[in-house]
C-alpha cells in the first residue's frame, strides 16, 4: 500500500497541474517493516512539497490527502491514513527593489564570474517567514559550497550537472573560501543599505 501510493503521488505534478504550474512532490522517507518476511503492521511516507504558487500548493496538498486515503481505502486498510504536517515554511519571496539593491552592490564587490542573477527557485527554508511575519523588505541569495577549481573544471568540461548540490547524500562544502563568501555577502549588503 505503501509503494502504491508513493507512486502515484508522482502523478500529482504530471497529470493534475497545469505545464505551466511548478511545483515538487518527493517522496524523501518512506519507512515500513523491520524484517523481510514480516508483513509489517504500519508505514510512514514523508513528503517535500514545494510551490511558487499559494493555489497551486492547496491543489497539490488535497490531491495528496486524496490519494492517501483512496490508496488507503483500495487496499482495505484497517484504519484511515494519519496525514501530519511536519514542517512549513512561509513562500519566500525577494522584494524587486531590495534585490536590485543587493544584486548591485554584489557586483560591485565580487568579480563579474562569482555573482549570478538566478531564476526563482523553490527553497524550502524558514527565510520565508521574516519578511512575511516582520512585514519587512527581504532578499534571498544563495552562497555556493563548491570549490571554485572543481566549479571552474566542470563548467569547462560541461559537467556542470555532476556537481553535488545539499540534498545530495554526499554533499560537503568546503568551508573555505564559503565562510568568508558568506560573511562578504552578508557585509556588502549591509553596507548597501547603510550607506543610504
Keep these: ?7 502515484r503521488l508522482q502523478t500529482i505534478v504530471s497529470r493534475e497541474l497545469s505545464p505551466t504550474d511548478a511545483a515538487v512532490v518527493t517522496v524523501g522517507s518512506l519507512q515500513a517493516g523491520t524484517k523481510e518476511n514480516v508483513i509489517p503492521d504500519d508505514a510512514v511516507i514523508k513528503l517535500n512539497v514545494r510551490t511558487f504558487d499559494e493555489n497551486v500548493r492547496k491543489a497539490v496538498l488535497a490531491a ?43 557586483r560591485g564587490y565580487f568579480p563579474a564570474d562569482r ?25 534571498f541569495w544563495f552562497v555556493d559550497g563548491t570549490d571554485p577549481r572543481t566549479y571552474t573544471s566542470a563548467t569547462e568540461s560541461g559537467t556542470i550537472a555532476d556537481i553535488l548540490t545539499n540534498h545530495n547524500a554526499r554533499f560537503s562544502p568546503v568551508v573555505h573560501p564559503t565562510l568568508e563568501t558568506g560573511v562578504e555577502a552578508l557585509v556588502v549588503a549591509s553596507e548597501a543599505w547603510l550607506s543610504l
Excluded at 500500500?1 to 507512486?7: D, R
Excluded at 555573482?115 to 532578499?139: E, I, N, R, Y
Design 1 to 7: 500500500m505503501a509503494a502504491a501510493t508513493g507512486l
Design 115 to 139: 555573482v549570478q542573477d538566478t531564476q526563482p527557485t523553490t527553497a524550502s527554508v524558514d527565510f520565508g517567514s521574516f519578511g512575511t511575519q516582520w512585514q519587512v523588505l527581504s532578499v
Design 64 to 106: 495528496i490527502e486524496r490519494i492517501v486515503n483512496a490508496e488507503a481505502e483500495a487496499s482495505r486498510a484497517p484504519k484511515k491514513p494519519e496525514i501530519t504536517p511536519l514542517d512549513r515554511y512561509a513562500f519566500v519571496k525577494n522584494d524587486p527593489a531590495a534585490t536590485t539593491r543587493v544584486l548591485d552592490a554584489f
